[in-house]
Each structure stands twice: as C-alpha cells, then as structure tokens.
C-alpha cells in the first residue's frame, strides 16, 4: 500500500512538473509574445485604413487593366457577392462584420482589391492597409474559394457601385 501511495505521488509530481514546463510554450515564451506585439501594433498604427492608398497588395495580380464598366460582369460580380461576401460586407459604408465597401475602387488599386480578396490571409499578415483592416476590424477575411474570374466579377461590381 505504501509503495502505491509512493508512486502514485511521485506520477503526480512528474505530471505536474511536466505540465508546468510545457505550459508556457505556443512557439514562444510570453515574454517573446508580449515583445513582439509592439512592433506589429506599430507597423500598422502608421497606416490609415481609411485612407487612399497606391499599394497594389501581396498576390498575383500585379497589372490589371481596366476597360469602360462591364454591366453583364458587374452583375455576375453581384451575384458572386451576394453569395460569397454579404454575409460580412455590404456594398455602403456600413460596417457588418468587415468594413462596408462603398468607395473601395477610389481608395484601393484594382490589383490590391483583387489580392486582398484571393489572399486575404497573406495581405493581412504582410501588407501595411492590409494590417491596419485587421487591427481595426479585428477580424480575419477568410478566403471564399472564389476564381480568378469570380474576382475581376465582384471588381466590376465595386467599380459599378463606386459609380452611382
């Protein structure tokens, strides 16, 4: 009964030690977290989402061209919205769960519209308006599994309401 009694405390023990050694690790100490927030919280703090920006974002699309408003791809792209992107957004200035998006096409590149909605979580992570959406929203856009032609659709949409 004691030699039980022995091991079962010297099991606790070696639990305990081992769950307090583990705990304070998620890829870094605290301390290392804690360290590395003010330099996220100040590349961003600098950069105004609201504000006009020339960036053309982090992604593929570094060159698109626009052509006179497409009203058959603008609808598409409502539709494409509506299914994908109104559960988060809407199409005025209007915060939901994402910023609301009427003026986008004058404060944002066609490329960066285009990238932040085919990779949002890379814009998010590395690009300056992309960090300043996020620490203001606080929310992650996640990707909506849309094509690169689904893409250009909504574009159109957003130029179409950037319009009126």
Request: proline share 4%; net charge neutral; glycine share 6%.
């Amino acid at each position: 009964m004691k030699t039980q009694k022995t091991l079962f405390l010297a099991a606790l023990l070696a639990g305990m030690t081992l769950l307090f050694a583990c705990g304070q690790s998620n890829g870094g100490s605290e301390t290392d977290t804690a360290a590395s927030a003010p330099e996220t919280a100040a590349a961003s703090a600098d950069v105004d989402p609201e504000a006009k920006s020339d960036s053309k974002g982090i992604g593929k699309f570094t060159n698109v061209k626009l052509d006179a408003l497409d009203p058959a791809m603008a609808a598409k792209g409502e539709a494409v919205f509506t299914a994908k992107c109104s559960a988060c957004h809407k199409m005025t200035d209007q915060k939901i769960v994402g910023p609301g998006l009427l003026g986008v096409t004058k404060r944002r590149t066609p490329e960066w519209i285009m990238n932040q909605i085919t990779n949002p979580v890379e814009m998010a992570a590395k690009d300056p308006v992309g960090k300043a959406l996020l620490e203001k929203h606080l929310t992650q856009m996640t990707f909506q599994d849309v094509t690169d032609e689904q893409t250009r659709q909504l574009l159109e949409y957003f130029r179409k309401n950037d319009s009126k």
